[in-house]
C-alpha cells in the first residue's frame, strides 16, 4: 500500500536552531517527491520537486534531499517566518497521477 | 498572474443539504485535482481531471461525492445529503499536466456541517 510518513508531528525550535523534517515513503517505482508548505488558512504552497537519489535543492533557508526511502528537509538558522506545516507527497503506484500525502509536520521557530 | 481561485472561502450548511463548491484552475492548466483535509489529517486525494480523458474518481468517499469539469477549465464538487463527517477543508489544485508538473493549490473552501 503506498504510505508517506512524516516525522515529527511538531518540531519547535528557537531562531537560528537549525534542524531537519523527515519523510519517508514506499511506493513502487518512485516519481518524484513533492516538498509543499502550508500556512494556516492557506493552500499549500509548492516548495520542490526531487526525482531521484541523491538529488538535493534548495531556497534560501530550506534544503531538501532524496534518498531511496526518504527525503529530509534541512532548515538552516530558521526565522519565525519559516513557522508553517510542511508537507510531502509522492505519486501513487501503478502509473496513477495523484499525490499520496503525509500529515506534515507542523514548525514553529520563536524568537 | 491569477492563482487558482475557490468559492465560497466558507460554507455552513445543515445535514441532509447539498452543497456546491467551485473551482477556477490556473489558465492554461490542463490538470485539475480536488482534495479534502480534515482537522489533523493529511490531504486526501478525491478526483482528477487531465484534459478530455475520463476523470479518476477513485478518492470519492460515496456516491454522494460527485464533480465535473466544464470546457477543461472550472470545476464544480457537489456534495448531496451532507453529512457531520463531511465537515473538512476541501482543496482544489491545477497543474500543467499529470505527475511531472508540481500543482498548484487554491485556498480552499470550509465546509461546515451542522
Known amino acids: 500500500e503506498d504510505q508517506v510518513t512524516q516525522s515529527p508531528e511538531a518540531l519547535r525550535l528557537q531562531e537560528g536552531e537549525s534542524s531537519s523534517l523527515n519523510c519517508s515513503y514506499t511506493v513502487s517505482g518512485l516519481r518524484g517527491l513533492f516538498w509543499y508548505r502550508q500556512d494556516p488558512g492557506k493552500g499549500p504552497e509548492f516548495l520542490f520537486t526531487l526525482y531521484s537519489a541523491g538529488e538535493e535543492k534548495e531556497k534560501e533557508r530550506l534544503k531538501a534531499t532524496l534518498t531511496k526511502k526518504e527525503s529530509f528537509l534541512h532548515i538552516t538558522a530558521p526565522k519565525p517566518e519559516d513557522s508553517a506545516t510542511y508537507l510531502c507527497?509522492?505519486?501513487?503506484?501503478?502509473?496513477?497521477?495523484?499525490?499520496?500525502f503525509g500529515t506534515g509536520t507542523r514548525l514553529q521557530v520563536f524568537p | 498572474g491569477a492563482g487558482v481561485s475557490q468559492s465560497p472561502s466558507n460554507k455552513v450548511t445543515e445535514k441532509g443539504k447539498d452543497v456546491e463548491l467551485r473551482c477556477d484552475p490556473i489558465s492554461g492548466h490542463t490538470a485539475l485535482y480536488w482534495y479534502r483535509q480534515s482537522l489533523g489529517q493529511g490531504l486526501e486525494f478525491l478526483i482528477y481531471?487531465?484534459?478530455?480523458?475520463?476523470?479518476?474518481k477513485s478518492g470519492l468517499p460515496s456516491d454522494r461525492f460527485s464533480a465535473e469539469r466544464t470546457g477543461g477549465s472550472v470545476s464544480t464538487l457537489t456534495i448531496q445529503r451532507t453529512q457531520q463527517e463531511d465537515s473538512a477543508v476541501y482543496l482544489c489544485?491545477?497543474?500543467?499536466?499529470?505527475?511531472?508538473?508540481?500543482?498548484?493549490f487554491g485556498p480552499g473552501t470550509r465546509l461546515t456541517v451542522t
Open positions: 507527497a509522492v505519486p501513487g503506484s501503478y502509473n496513477t497521477d495523484k499525490l499520496i
Open positions: 489544485a491545477s497543474s500543467l499536466g499529470g505527475r511531472d508538473y508540481e500543482q498548484y
Open positions: 481531471f487531465q484534459g478530455n480523458s475520463a476523470p479518476d
